[in-house]
């Protein structure tokens, strides 16, 4: 579709909250990167970036805003690529930026792309940072690449699969209602303009020997660990409506496991399991037990596109749709303020598994995933598995590292060796 001669995309359908409820203060971020085994070569990574933009044109945009909703509007050119900072995942400043809604940065042999949620979920982040570190390699080294498990060739044209908006294409004329019981809000003395981070890295097969004694998934694993963690801050917590309620974690589902999708774009939907706290004690064991339950019943093609449909059909209310920007602005932060972030106490996102062509895997050392701070939720949990290793990235904009001390507490209980890196200036996570 062309507009003013540029081409222009309608936001998908989970993408359509993100202009709406951003500040200058926040932006719904997330983090890829990768390491490579030699220090970056900066020239011959601009020119594999212009290659995977032409690839994948849908990263190539900026956010307009039209009568009745906000648009994408392709760019020429590509973002400037900056030294990489401790402090990552912060709003994006368009003027420097070149408009761009994902930042391009490079240390040592490090790549890292920070992506406005607007643009995609994690999975298709993933996907492109794949097909960048594929083409630095091919450009760089020479390196016949052997396409596939996400690498995609930049001598190929896009694809309209790779752009559709698969919402739209599997929602249904049904739909469960969004709202839940809110959940217990973690709480404490806030950062001023830096994000802390913390990562775990464990390594893989211990992790999956841990999570398969107590008969579950790692993301399911993980997501007790992070609600037991929880839970026993909730029990000092001096709010006494906070420790009436359930310490619920959100756990983004990527939905092209469920349907058949090639989509670069959003496609994940999120179920939140979680533990009543006030109804009496729970062993970790019963509480790993109640999360898989949940997402057994929660987790498949049937419930995910119930959830999704009813965000599509509201999407396609003639009243909604008649109405202009301006007052469906506000309408749409007071509902995800209802209906979004209060629902859970975290989020705990697993990308799974990261694979490579066998061509590539000797160039490239290791994966990492991290998601910025939610609107209102302060402790982010973001998890990839890469070459025997599982890096688990905490990001919080607390001072307190209560949560992830949790964490590492209940791992290495169950015999998962954890070595801790961090980005704190001069603080201890023992502190």
């Not at 590509?78 to 070149?98: S, Y």
């Not at 390699?137 to 016949?144: E, F, P, S, V």
């Not at 092209?256 to 979680?274: I, K, W």
């Not at 009243?319 to 309408?331: E, Q, T």
Request: net charge positive; with cysteine.
């Amino acid at each position: 579709m062309k507009h003013n001669t540029k081409n222009w995309y309608r936001l998908d359908n989970a993408a359509t909250i993100y202009p709406t409820v951003k500040t200058r203060s926040w932006m719904a971020m997330f983090r890829v990167s990768a390491v490579l085994n030699e220090d970056i070569d900066k020239s011959v990574l601009e020119k594999a970036l212009q290659n995977t933009l032409r690839r994948l044109p849908t990263f190539g945009v900026c956010v307009k805003r039209g009568l009745f909703w906000f648009y994408l509007e392709e760019l020429h050119g590509t973002p400037p690529i900056d030294d990489d900072v401790a402090n990552p995942c912060l709003p994006i400043d368009a003027k420097k930026n070149k408009k761009f809604l994902f930042k391009v940065r490079y240390y040592g042999g490090r790549i890292a792309l920070e992506f406005f949620h607007v643009l995609s979920d994690g999975t298709g982040g993933m996907i492109f940072l794949k097909t960048l570190v594929g083409e630095y390699i091919r450009l760089k080294y020479g390196a016949d690449v052997d396409y596939g498990y996400g690498v995609l060739d930049c001598a190929c044209p896009p694809t309209p699969a790779e752009r559709e908006d698969s919402f739209i294409r599997y929602a249904k004329a049904i739909s469960v209602p969004r709202g839940e019981k809110s959940s217990y809000s973690l709480t404490g003395q806030r950062e001023k303009g830096f994000l802390n981070i913390i990562t775990g890295v464990a390594d893989t097969d211990k992790l999956l020997e841990a999570a398969h004694r107590y008969d579950v998934s790692l993301t399911q694993y993980l997501t007790a660990c992070m609600i037991e963690s929880i839970l026993a801050i909730q029990k000092s917590d001096k709010r006494i409506s906070e420790r009436k309620k359930p310490v619920k974690i959100c756990v983004p589902v990527n939905l092209r496991s469920l349907f058949q999708s090639e989509t670069v774009r959003n496609f994940a939907s999120y179920v939140n399991p979680g533990i009543e706290g006030a109804y009496g004690e729970y062993t970790f064991a019963e509480i790993a037990s109640a999360v898989k339950h949940y997402m057994y019943l929660e987790v498949t093609p049937q419930k995910m596109c119930a959830k999704f449909s009813g965000n599509v059909d509201a999407q396609r209310k003639a009243l909604l749709k008649a109405a202009p920007l301006f007052i469906k602005v506000p309408i749409l932060k007071l509902i995800y303020l209802a209906t979004g972030d209060i629902q859970t106490a975290s989020l705990m996102s697993n990308l799974g598994k990261i694979d490579l062509p066998e061509g590539l895997k000797h160039y490239v050392n290791r994966f990492d995933f991290q998601v910025g701070p939610l609107y209102q939720n302060p402790v982010m949990c973001a998890v990839a598995s890469y070459n025997g290793k599982t890096n688990i990235n905490f990001t919080r904009t607390l001072r307190s590292a209560e949560v992830e001390r949790g964490v590492f507490t209940r791992l290495v209980a169950d015999g998962v060796p954890v070595t801790v890196e961090s980005n704190l200036r001069e603080r201890s996570l023992c502190k």
